[in-house]
């Protein structure tokens, strides 16, 4: 394979605190990558040319190979460049389940933070999109009542982030010791979005000091090397290179996924978005990669998390 089919692209906007969680882990391993700028709301004919429907951000592309999901992004990254490890202590199992906590119920509580606290400032269409995304059908009654509870979400956020400043306050560098680890990223993007675009965030972080000169550190790592890339660019690049992953089987798959069934897949969540459709070339225990065919740009592998997806069986 040349260079530029080795190429990391990611595909993501500034202000995404989940992709800052991915850019901060190109930081840790160190690594040059090429950034396509997305719009932050649907349509993004450009992105789901090449992912087949999945909108979220951030995407990561290699070639023809597209990885939905930063858990997906960070097992993939993890694999290709091994070294410096995103788990630098023996608890790779315990810090996955960690992650899911994270992703899930901790980041659930930070977005009720910053869009319940904008309130009626929120742009509508914005609110609409990331309203119907994270909050489902009744989001407008539920953007009120973030709005209404946000002293008791605060105290939600509060508890958690006390026992990560607790934990560095042996003046450990990162929350696993001295090497920065996945979980780094994953907790560090949620303290990013909030002190970032909660107007009340930098207040209530300021309580932290072991976990602000953490939130430094973990600055400080930066981005890796970055460099930007069109997304013509980056369309054109799938359509040069052809899908790596090879057909595999899990004799334990639970719902008997086998390489050649058609098969859609969605996020597990009421965020009303369209599910990907496609072949399965590989279905493991974390991973499932589909191939699909995309006109003018021919063959692309799609792979997502087993974790948090839904795999339906169409044919
Ligand atoms: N579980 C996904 C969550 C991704 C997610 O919700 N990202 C937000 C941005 S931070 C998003 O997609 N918002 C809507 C959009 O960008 O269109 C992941 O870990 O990648």
């Given at each position: 394979m040349n260079d530029a089919a080795n190429e990391i692209i990611l595909h993501n906007y500034p202000q995404s605190p989940v992709a800052e969680k991915a850019r901060v882990a190109l930081g840790i391993k160190g690594l040059a990558w090429r950034s396509v700028e997305i719009p932050r709301l649907t349509p993004k004919p450009m992105l789901t040319k090449l992912t087949?429907?999945?909108?979220?951000?951030p995407v990561m592309q290699i070639g023809a190979d597209i990885y939905c999901d930063s858990q997906c992004i960070l097992r993939e990254l993890e694999h290709r460049?091994?070294?410096?490890?995103?788990?630098?202590?023996?608890e790779a199992g315990m810090m996955w389940w960690l992650s899911r906590w994270t992703d899930g119920a901790l980041f659930d509580l930070t977005v009720k933070v910053v869009l319940g606290s904008a309130g009626d400032a929120l742009p509508k269409d914005f609110a609409q999109d990331r309203g119907r995304l994270y909050l489902g059908e009744n989001w407008a009654d539920g953007l009120r009542a973030a709005n209404a509870a946000l002293p008791h979400l605060a105290a939600q956020l509060r508890a958690p982030l006390s026992w990560a400043n607790d934990q560095l306050s042996d003046n450990r560098k990162f929350l696993l010791g001295d090497n920065p680890a996945a979980i780094d990223a994953q907790l560090y993007h949620l303290t990013w979005f909030l002190r970032g675009r909660w107007d009340q965030g930098p207040k209530f972080l300021s309580e932290f000091k072991y976990l602000e000169r953490w939130e430094n550190t973990v600055h400080a790592i930066g981005h890796g090397t970055m460099t930007d890339l069109s997304p013509e660019d980056a369309i054109e690049r799938a359509a040069s290179c052809t899908p790596c992953t090879l057909p595999a089987t899990d004799p334990f798959d639970p719902q008997g996924l086998t390489p050649g069934m058609q098969v859609t897949v969605s996020p597990d969540l009421n965020g009303g978005e369209q599910p990907v459709e496609g072949e399965i070339v590989s279905a493991t225990v974390d991973t499932i990669s589909i191939l699909r065919h995309e006109t003018d740009v021919g063959a692309i592998g799609v792979h997502f998390p087993r974790a948090g997806y839904r795999v339906d069986i169409t044919g």
């Amino acid at each position: 394979m040349n260079d530029a089919a080795n190429e990391i692209i990611l595909h993501n906007y500034p202000q995404s605190p989940v992709a800052e969680k991915a850019r901060v882990a190109l930081g840790i391993k160190g690594l040059a990558w090429r950034s396509v700028e997305i719009p932050r709301l649907t349509p993004k004919p450009m992105l789901t040319k090449l992912t087949g429907g999945y909108r979220r951000t951030p995407v990561m592309q290699i070639g023809a190979d597209i990885y939905c999901d930063s858990q997906c992004i960070l097992r993939e990254l993890e694999h290709r460049h091994p070294s410096p490890s995103f788990f630098p202590t023996a608890e790779a199992g315990m810090m996955w389940w960690l992650s899911r906590w994270t992703d899930g119920a901790l980041f659930d509580l930070t977005v009720k933070v910053v869009l319940g606290s904008a309130g009626d400032a929120l742009p509508k269409d914005f609110a609409q999109d990331r309203g119907r995304l994270y909050l489902g059908e009744n989001w407008a009654d539920g953007l009120r009542a973030a709005n209404a509870a946000l002293p008791h979400l605060a105290a939600q956020l509060r508890a958690p982030l006390s026992w990560a400043n607790d934990q560095l306050s042996d003046n450990r560098k990162f929350l696993l010791g001295d090497n920065p680890a996945a979980i780094d990223a994953q907790l560090y993007h949620l303290t990013w979005f909030l002190r970032g675009r909660w107007d009340q965030g930098p207040k209530f972080l300021s309580e932290f000091k072991y976990l602000e000169r953490w939130e430094n550190t973990v600055h400080a790592i930066g981005h890796g090397t970055m460099t930007d890339l069109s997304p013509e660019d980056a369309i054109e690049r799938a359509a040069s290179c052809t899908p790596c992953t090879l057909p595999a089987t899990d004799p334990f798959d639970p719902q008997g996924l086998t390489p050649g069934m058609q098969v859609t897949v969605s996020p597990d969540l009421n965020g009303g978005e369209q599910p990907v459709e496609g072949e399965i070339v590989s279905a493991t225990v974390d991973t499932i990669s589909i191939l699909r065919h995309e006109t003018d740009v021919g063959a692309i592998g799609v792979h997502f998390p087993r974790a948090g997806y839904r795999v339906d069986i169409t044919g």
